[in-house]
């Protein structure tokens, strides 16, 4: 095809783009940072399998979800929040979502809290603190200036990370082989599985499942007709771009914590894999690894609470402010802040808890988007549709292993 002929579909296809890297900011939110580096350091390139096919699950999930609020000009909440039409059911599937939102606020103000804590010496808690406020920041930004330039800054604030979290691997390139072996499903007990599960939890996050279906409806509105095929092209393109770079990234910090971390002692934890990675890179790949992590925190959640005021507007028709809900979120993660608790358990935790949300939001979803009387032409493909249950399933059989190799102790 000449330039010529090029130029005109690029300048069609450019103005639609954005959507996708604002929901890919949740692929790369603290919580992958804590399972990834923590997968890494423990068990080398054993779960590189997990990362890449987490990944292409979530391609699959984000276009559907961007597709869902495209053709019907909904958000999956708002259409949940019709179709379960008993109160208290309604109500009780809105408590799950909270509690999932809730779980991945505390992993991005954490981690904002230790960026902070590891760049500038500030005590956790008021880490917390100066990450919740600058976030308000950002999120004024949607409010004032409207989703485009809303993902714009998140665009902008994607790249920094992308380079922070891989500028290592410029200095000391992972084992080729070592990563190809990595490719073969495998566990090692107990632990991994674990691991798995948080890296699932954190890349398949339920989250922003709900936040692409509202951010296309807030960019489009219901799409007509004639327009959905060019606009659907332009989706997938940007879930491509936004996914490809989300999950290059995490499976580089993976391979960077396999390739430095593992043997020495204390890299279980973000501090200490800062510091490791200081000692075997130096001071500057550390501290661009801690801007990105701080940027990490700052970035998803905004995301974080854009996507919490959906699911509570769409579910129980309780409507507040970004703002509002961006402060009354932020008390848990203080508190657990305040607390001591250990910050890198407490995120990799939190990606176990999102892991089992996302049955959730995925079954409804995939369900959804096969409804013909819904989506009319735009419905799935029969095989779309066994791709997307087959991933829902194999997400759902991991957390019940993951279950019994917990409380058996084996």
């Keep these: 095809m000449s330039t010529a002929a090029r130029t005109p579909v690029r300048g069609k296809l450019l103005p639609l783009l954005g959507p996708a890297m604002v929901a890919g900011v949740a692929y790369l939110d603290p919580g992958n940072v804590a399972s990834n580096m923590t997968a890494g350091a423990q068990f080398g390139y054993l779960l590189v399998w997990v990362v890449v096919i987490a990944n292409l699950m979530a391609w699959l999930i984000q276009y559907l979800s961007a597709k869902l609020g495209l053709v019907t000009g909904e958000s999956l909440s708002e259409i949940l929040g019709t179709r379960i039409r008993h109160r208290w059911a309604r109500r009780a599937y809105w408590l799950q979502a909270e509690v999932v939102a809730m779980a991945t606020d505390i992993a991005e103000v954490i981690g904002g809290a230790v960026a902070l804590y590891l760049l500038f010496g500030i005590p956790l808690f008021w880490g917390g603190v100066i990450t919740g406020a600058v976030s308000v920041v950002v999120l004024s930004v949607h409010s004032s200036r409207g989703a485009k330039s809303f993902e714009r800054v998140i665009a902008t604030m994607l790249i920094i990370m ?20 990595g490719l073969i499903p495998s566990f090692d007990g107990a632990g991994s599985v674990l691991l798995a599960a948080s890296i699932l939890g954190a890349t398949v996050m339920p989250h922003a499942i709900y936040a692409h279906s509202a951010l296309t409806r807030d960019r489009f509105g219901k799409v007509p007709a004639v327009r959905i095929p060019r606009v659907l092209l332009a989706t997938r393109v940007d879930v491509t771009v936004a996914l490809l770079i989300a999950g290059t990234v995490n499976l580089g910090m993976l391979l960077l914590a396999a390739t430095v971390l593992p043997g020495i002692e204390g890299t279980d934890s973000l501090e200490g894999a800062y510091a490791a990675i200081g000692a075997a890179l130096g001071p500057v790949i550390a501290t661009l690894f801690a801007v990105a992590l701080l940027i990490s925190g700052l970035a998803s959640t905004a995301v974080g609470a854009y996507a919490g005021a959906d699911i509570m507007h769409g579910l129980v028709k309780v409507q507040i402010s970004l703002i509002t809900r961006r402060l009354i979120v932020l008390i848990p993660a203080l508190v657990i802040l305040g607390a001591g608790l250990d910050p890198t358990w407490s995120l990799v935790l939190s990606q176990v808890i999102l892991s089992f949300g996302i049955p959730f939001a995925l079954i409804p979803l995939v369900f959804l988007t096969s409804n013909s009387a819904l ?36």
């Design 162 to 181: 992308a380079i922070g979290f891989t500028a290592g691997l410029f200095v000391e390139p992972p084992d080729a082989a070592q990563t190809a072996a």
């Design 375 to 410: 989506l009319g032409g735009s419905v799935n493909r029969w095989y779309t549709t066994a791709l997307a249950t087959l991933a829902a399933v194999f997400l759902i059989a991991l957390n019940v292993a993951l279950l019994v190799l917990i409380f058996t102790g084996t």
